[in-house]
């Protein structure tokens, strides 16, 4: 299996990702202890090294010069996610989003807010 390109997060990537973004600047024992408790026991040198592929694409940054180091992320949640769905999009659906919303909602029965949800998006011309 071919190695992501530096832009792209692996799953246990994005996983510490959500780590940081769900409870701001961590130091690696933090992060490792914070994967613990939601079920996912890493070991520290894994969490470590984890961290510092982060740093190298830039997704996280260390601060302050003193151990243990802090870190935080460089990029917002809103930022990747965006870019993980508009390269899924174009990936898997030719970059038709009529596509995505034909297979997310195909079969599937909305709930009132989620109609809501949608027809607000719709109402604001996309912009949410």
């Known amino acids: ?29 933090d992060a490792r202890d914070a994967l613990a408790n939601s079920g996912r026991d ?11 592929i982060l740093v190298e694409k830039k997704f996280l940054k260390q601060t302050g010069t003193q151990r243990p180091f802090v870190y ?4 917002s949640f809103d930022e990747v996610s965006g870019r993980l769905v508009t390269d899924m999009v174009k990936r898997v659906f030719g970059g038709s989003r009529e596509e995505l919303l034909v297979r997310l909602l195909d079969g599937k ?3 009132a807010k989620e109609r809501q949800v949608l027809k607000d998006i719709l109402d604001e011309g996309g912009k949410q």
């Open 1 to 29: 299996m071919a190695r992501p390109k530096a832009s792209e997060l692996t799953e246990r990537e994005l996983e510490l990702m959500h780590v940081f973004w769900d409870q701001g600047p961590q130091t690696a024992v």
């Open 42 to 52: 890493l070991a520290y040198t894994t969490v470590a090294t984890l961290i510092k």
């Open 72 to 75: 935080q992320p460089l990029r």
């Open 109 to 111: 029965k909305l709930s």
